[in-house]
């Protein structure tokens, strides 16, 4: 049995639709629902306590999230209703994540997949985890919509904190500190819980606005904002000095109900899903290698290893949704260029941050002249390996160079390979040694630099690779017609 035999897709229809999204955005191999912990387990053949409703692991960060769909109370007054919601959807959860949260920091080799804590969760947590605590609490749009309007969201309130949420001069439906010790816990809603999720899609994009939004909290920087979703849209109007979204530094924030809409209707954030559609290509190809690590069906030794071949596709998955689009077009056009020009071997280099890249990524083709198939798939790893070597020659500075391979478009045969090349010193002799690979392949010692430009929101959205093909066949049909 492996362990993808033990995953649960969650126990309730909200718990299955959390773990549907979050599958979408931290990927599948990163996210787990329903863990169990030993804690006061009797013996063999009894439970295990459930952890916690769906634990996202990845690399050193950890984001638990507790789910909890409760009903509002619609037979009492106002007070007494948000009280009891509030205790039971948001407190309780509360408490489940701070719990969760305390026994993997002592107890990390003790988190299982199964009630009866018999297979452990696969993926190894770090030993210097960063957590990251959502509780997701639904049930009161309708009754919260009577109170702030559309769309029927939680309201920031950052001065409230743990008992004050309940306190006589306290405002339904307003969150702030539900933990007494003020640790950020991030409360979704509804609303909120899908929307973010679906716009921040990658586990960099989603993990950087919850370090944002907690520094902005810990200074003291955010005053009030009408939902989670305005808070979103100030985030992504505003880029701070390293061209990344921030909150502003120097400024208390006030985020109105309205400033998401304003946000969605402009026709550059609209062009982003257009702009963004290829680049799920690269989300489907880390998913593909990881359903056959999870059923053991990979190629290559220790391909099946589970915590090396993690590391790999963590690598893969540690890219933002504009890095994406670049690795996923790539893809396309080697693949297509090996094949339309019948090039025996085609590469590309994709180093998004050219000045001190950390992570560089290479994509080949290489054509099949084998007549043993599996001899063509040891050379092609071969050839990855070498390249492996060039690439972290030409960039010195890179920790990690990650190379796929594929076959060109239409070829007969369909694997793919990848591979991770992170060594942990490199000296001249390593140097000289790719040098002498770079020769061997006929490489220019020095290659041309072509800086990498993009927009997150794009004041025009490029033609995409099908397009392009078809303009350059209707081209070419054109001048065979006038021959």
Known sequence: MTFDDLRSEGTTASERLLHRLCSGTFLTLWSYSNLFRDQGQRGKGTDGKELCDLLVVCGDDVIILSDKACAYPTNTSPKVAWSRWYRRAIEKSTAQVLGAERWIRTYPNRVYLDKGCTVALPIPLSESPRFHRIVVATGARDACQQVHGEPGSLALQPRLVGAHHLADDATPFEVGFPDEARRPVHVLDDVTAPALLRQLDTIQDFIRYLREKKALLDRGGLVYAQNELSLLAAYLSSVGPDEHHAFPQDALLLASGGLWNELQSLPNVRRKALADHESYLWDRLIEYFSSLLRREQLVGPDANDVVNTEQLLRRMA??????????????????????????????????????????????????????????????????????????????????????????????????????????????????????????????????????????????????????????????????????
């Open 318 to 483: 540690l890219t933002h949704r504009v890095e994406r689009r670049h690795l996923a077009r790539a893809i396309i056009e080697i693949r297509e260029g090996a094949s339309s020009h019948r090039k025996d071997f085609a590469v590309r280099t994709i180093a998004i941050d050219r000045r001190s890249p950390s992570d560089v990524f290479f994509v080949m083709a290489l054509q099949n002249q084998e007549e043993d198939y599996e001899k063509y798939r040891r050379n092609r790893r071969t050839l990855l390996e070498a390249y492996a070597w060039v690439t972290k020659r030409r960039f010195p500075s890179s920790k990690h160079v990650i190379g796929v391979a594929f076959e060109p478009q239409g070829s007969d045969g369909g694997s793919e390979d990848a591979f991770l090349f992170a060594p942990l010193t490199w000296t001249e002799e390593d140097n000289e040694r790719a040098l002498l690979m770079t020769r061997r392949l006929g490489l220019p010692e020095i290659p041309d630099s072509h800086p990498i430009q993009d927009w997150e929101f794009p004041p025009f959205v490029a033609k995409s690779t099908d397009q392009r093909r078809r303009e350059r066949n209707q081209r070419k049909r054109r001048g065979q017609d006038r021959k």
